[in-house]
């Protein structure tokens, strides 16, 4: 075992070391900017040191090459880590303790959009991942050729979100003194040719040579042909459409893969005839949209780049969940006890065997036997698609439906009521092994 680590340290060495100088080198240019262009003198004396401890320090220790002495992720952390987000639990915390970063994040925009802070929050993020990496097992989930532009792509995605954040902290924070956003003050008119014309063409050199040195790097994911006999496991979509295949653990194929997705391209397409605010055209807030910031914020991050995070590195072999440092054992099994709500009902509730029509019975008699087994999950489905709107109507958004009219009020709240269905049906799989409020196999109709 400890050759195999050598060899696996030895390895991965040089890239850790060509990593840290990286880091090294982002501190550098991040102090020289700071004392020259903002005078934060320092600032940049402190990330100017940083930037030291990354290439005098563990650069060195990382190109050393030997076990002992590269940096490493302490094994308490990493068993914290399993032990957390491994098992049948995993998800669970993974998924709680998401929403509740997001609602911290949201809580304390003001404090995260920061410079100082958000500079060091990415460099506490990198140098984990750096620390990371000298996990075998963490290094052949992240590394993998598939992963590695994920990887890329969730960084980036914090990226953005940041910035759209903070110029929209600015943004409120001027409104609410009384002055011009910044998109007012900044506007600016440039001419097509030659101003965009050229920068689109520097773009467009810069990442193909950035695609070029990207597939000499990294070697293409091509696997042997595929066979019938034998499939990969786990068997995984792209990373794009990870988000459909984990919400096959919740909802029935027909549901998961073609109608909640056709409601979602149905729901952006109405955006536009449902979006009453006329505040927030073409400059970035918060306060002014706070409704449409937050069901934006918690339908994209939450219920679909989460989902994408969760498939990509914790969903192992079996479709089951492992730890970020956790070895991917195809032997690992998890019996999961999935009940119908009508198996609650009428076999734990009622001591009762589900009703069955007579053999030799009729359509239209299987279907009334069909009706009365099911008619709690039909019951509770009607009453939060039909009743709740009017409710919400009257309650909690009776601004927006005075503002909305009937029509776009009961087309936004059943837009909102079925995005929900997502969460509640995640929570009811958690806590109650529920896995379909409605079964109907007979007519392909599981909800």
Known sequence: MHGNEQVFIEGISPFLGGYYVALAAMNFVAGYWL?????????????????????????????????????????????????????????????????????????????????????????????????????????????????????????????????????????????????????????????????????????????????LVWGIALQAPLEEPASSVKTPNPSKAPWYFLGLQEMLVYFDPWMAGVVMPSLIIVGLMAIPYLDFNPKGSGYFTIVERKFSYLTFQFGFLFLWVTLIVLGTFLRGPNWNIFGPYEFWDVHKVEALNNVDLSQYFWISGMNMALPKAPPGSGGFVQFLYILQREWLGIVMILAYLVLLPPLLATTVFRKFFLKMGFLRFMVMSNLLLIMMLLPIKMVLRWTVNLKYIISIPEYFLNF
């Open 35 to 211: 004392w020259r262009c903002r005078k934060a003198t320092l600032q940049a004396i402190f990330w100017f040191f940083v930037g030291l401890g990354y290439v005098g320090y563990l650069a060195p220790m990382a190109l050393s090459a030997d076990p002992h002495w590269v940096p490493s992720m302490p094994q308490v952390i990493r068993d914290t880590v399993n032990l957390a987000l491994g098992g049948s639990t995993g998800a669970v915390v993974y998924s709680v303790g998401l929403l509740v970063l997001l609602v911290g994040l949201f809580l304390l925009r003001r404090f995260f959009v920061q410079g100082p802070v958000a500079w060091a929050l990415l460099n506490l993020s990198l140098l984990a991942l750096g620390l990371s990496m000298t996990d075998y097992n963490f290094y052949t989930i992240a590394a993998k050729p598939d992963n590695v532009p994920i990887v890329g792509l969730v960084f980036l995605l914090g990226f953005f979100t940041w910035l759209a954040t903070a110029r929209a902290v600015e943004n409120d924070a001027r409104t609410a003194r009384g002055e011009a956003v910044l998109e007012y003050e900044e506007k600016e008119t440039v001419l097509v040719w030659p101003d965009l014309v050229y920068t689109e063409l520097i773009c467009m050199i810069a990442l193909t040579a950035f695609l």
